[in-house]
């Protein structure tokens, strides 16, 4: 049975985190480990709501020492903590809060372990699921995806030859993003883990908070974000800490957007584009090229059921929900979720694009377009959301006739003072409902 390490690339004084401003070694994260270990009960599954990401990453760590899987939910709402619970009734709860959810046997993962003789690296096998994730729900249920600690591992190294980071050794690594995302998971907690990399604990969102975190680490150091909190840092005129890498989740990022991003970080910006049901499959520098290169032994093929990608860490071939032209197994260019195309009076274009085109209008600081829930195939009209306080509906419909086509321009079109994403950026169909429910009776 192939064995892997919990953690590589560090001595036992190296600086595996940052947190609350001073550094954690690698030996003090593996006596937290043991020491959570020895308290876990004796569960299959293990809920993991920890939002300190050094105790998030404590508390994987000890799932995994104890061949225990983490479930790492897309939010907490009681409907969510409602079905996991339902699902795997032999579940627990590992939390930093001062109790976790009602009814949810909760471990607290609160202060660090007392000091005590230094504990060997453990050896996870590569096969044991390391954890389950779901998809957002941005466009429907939410959909349980197993991962092995195999996988995780492939894919670290995949990102390490992708992104060129070899070159950054004991990079600190900054996130705006939670780590029971996929996205999150992969480039905050298990790289740095097993690259030999320093994750900071935090996760600052309000772009004074994430200023003021990037400026505390020490070079070489990295910003692990989305479009939505790049859109928001870069709105104000604050200067930015300089940064030597800058990793961003696709869609909608505009090379307008990569451009000034990286002159105000000075630092390169690379996109990654992944699934939940795959992670990380390709990375692109945005302001270099519009090709997205597939991650080392990652291959992808097209038939009519459309995309599928395999290879590497993606353990078994994954249909993705994407339309996708394929210039080889190796490269290809994005063109938006396939549940994303949409039939205006026979004319066809994805909401990617159209958002694309939307977010890249100066003065806008957010905005998307919905379908509304119509029958057939045709749409009649679409909706969009937009904030941009210094703008009016005329010189936002005039902006966005010198880019697309007139039958897609929104009718109507809402000013709204904040779009309702997720954790990760994302907007959860029932979101825009309730979005709209709450305009029309502010309005009546």
Not at 135 to 152: F, I
Not at 215 to 239: G, I, Q, S, W, Y
Not at 375 to 388: C, I, K, Q, S, Y
Request: proline share 9%; hydrophobic share 45%.
């Amino acid at each position: 049975m192939a064995m892997l390490p919990l953690i590589r690339g560090f001595e036992p004084g190296g600086v595996l985190a940052w947190r609350d401003g001073r550094t954690v070694s690698a030996g003090e994260f593996l006596r937290d480990v043991a020491a959570l270990a020895a308290r876990l009960p004796a569960r299959r599954h293990v809920l993991n709501l920890c939002a300190d990401r050094y105790r998030f990453a404590v508390g994987l760590a000890a799932a995994l020492s104890r061949q225990q899987v983490s479930l790492l939910p897309p939010n907490e709402t009681p409907d969510m903590i409602g079905r996991l619970a339902s699902h795997y009734p032999d579940l627990c709860c590992l939390s930093d809060r001062a109790a976790g959810p009602p009814g949810l046997e909760a471990v607290p993962v609160l202060e660090p372990a007392a000091a005590a003789a230094q504990v060997a690296i453990p050896e996870i096998p590569a096969a044991q699921v390391a954890a389950i994730l779901f998809t957002s729900g941005s466009t429907g249920q939410p959909v349980a995806h197993p991962r092995t600690w195999g996988s995780l591992v492939g894919e670290v190294f995949s990102e390490i030859e992708r992104l060129d980071m070899r070159p950054l050794p004991g990079l600190a690594v900054l996130a705006t993003v939670p780590p029971q995302h996929a996205y999150g998971l992969q480039l905050s907690v298990t790289l740095p883990l097993q690259g030999g990399l320093a994750l900071h604990a935090g996760r600052p969102l309000l772009p004074a908070d994430v200023r003021a975190a990037l400026a505390a680490l020490p070079r070489p150091r990295a910003l692990v974000t989305t479009p939505v909190h790049l859109r928001a840092l870069l709105a104000e005129p604050d200067a930015l800490p300089p940064a030597d890498l800058v990793l961003s989740a696709t869609a909608p990022l505009s090379p307008q957007l990569a451009a000034e991003a990286e002159a105000r970080f000075r630092a390169p910006l690379y996109e990654i584009y992944g699934c939940t049901e795959a992670s990380g499959i390709a990375a692109r520098r945005t302001i270099e090229s519009v090709e997205w290169r597939a991650m080392r032994d990652v291959a992808l093929r097209t038939d009519g059921a459309g995309t599928w990608v395999t290879g590497g860490h993606v353990e078994s071939e994954v249909l993705l929900a994407d339309v996708i032209e394929l210039l080889d197994p190796g490269r290809f260019l994005l063109h938006g979720r396939t549940a994303d195309l949409v039939n205006v009076a026979g004319k066809r274009t994805s909401l990617a694009h159209l958002n694309y085109h939307l977010n890249s209008i100066e003065g806008v600081r957010d905005g998307a377009f919905v379908v509304p829930e119509e029958n057939g195939e045709d749409v009649a009209r679409l909706t969009a959301f937009v904030v941009a306080p210094g703008l009016t509906s005329e010189s936002l419909m005039s902006a966005l006739r010198q880019r697309i086509d007139a039958a897609f321009l929104p009718r109507p079109l809402r000013f709204v003072d904040a779009l309702p994403r997720n954790a990760t950026g994302k907007i959860p169909r029932q979101a825009f409902a309730e979005l709209e429910s709450e305009l029309a009776r502010k309005a009546g």
